[in-house]
């Protein structure tokens, strides 16, 4: 993910790049990917042809797509997912891509935390729902510790601030 520009109200640039980076092996997924069409294709060519249902017309990715290699293309471009994470990650000092430290401070910057998925340094697993729920827990304790120290913490500026607004 990138900045566009320098005004935090437009969209950034998000490039998932599936299929195109990871570790180990990676290619394996699109591989497997590609076979289980081409095994499906050939499951349904064989039912059509034994039970007499032919011919059978494909919508997706349709028959014109015929080729290992087009098919690899077609997958790339239409794959998606539910899990974008790891877009602002927690990491040590000496880390460059360690946009947030252990408190989840966003470095160079004051009083601004990021909670939420983007915080994890590698997808936490295949469903990432729970981790969230966890790191979440986490951060309010050190939240929580943390004003109670009050750090960074002008609680005279705040009664200024809420003054007008509260009865009592
Ligand atoms: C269809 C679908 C199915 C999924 N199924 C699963 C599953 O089965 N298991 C699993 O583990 N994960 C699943 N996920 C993934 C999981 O839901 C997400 O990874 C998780 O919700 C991300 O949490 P988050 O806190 O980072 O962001 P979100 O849950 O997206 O929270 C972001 C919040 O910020 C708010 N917001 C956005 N912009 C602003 C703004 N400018 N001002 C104020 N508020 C704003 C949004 O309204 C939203 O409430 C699924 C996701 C999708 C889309």
Not at 5 to 26: C, E, H, K, L
Not at 54 to 59: N, S
Request: hydrophobic share 35%.
């Amino acid at each position: 993910m990138k900045l566009r520009t320098a005004d935090p109200r437009d969209v950034p640039a998000i490039n998932f790049n599936y299929f195109d980076t990871g570790s180990g092996n990676w290619s394996y997924d699109l591989d497997a990917t590609v076979e289980g069409l081409q095994f499906a294709r050939r499951i349904l060519a064989t039912y059509a042809q034994q039970t007499g249902s032919g011919p059978l017309h494909e919508i997706a990715p349709g028959s014109q797509i015929n080729t290992t290699e087009g098919l690899r293309e077609w997958v790339k471009d239409t794959s998606w997912g539910h899990h974008a994470s790891c877009s602002c990650p927690i990491g040590a000092d000496d880390d460059p891509m360690a946009v947030l430290n252990s408190e989840f401070k966003v470095r160079g910057t004051l009083g601004l935390r990021v909670v939420d998925a983007s915080v994890f340094p590698q997808i936490p697993g295949f469903y990432i729902q729970t981790s969230i729920y966890m790191i979440s827990e986490k951060a309010a304790e050190v939240i929580t510790a943390s004003a109670k120290t009050m750090e960074h913490f002008d609680y005279g500026r705040v009664k200024r601030f809420t003054k007008g607004f509260c009865h009592q």
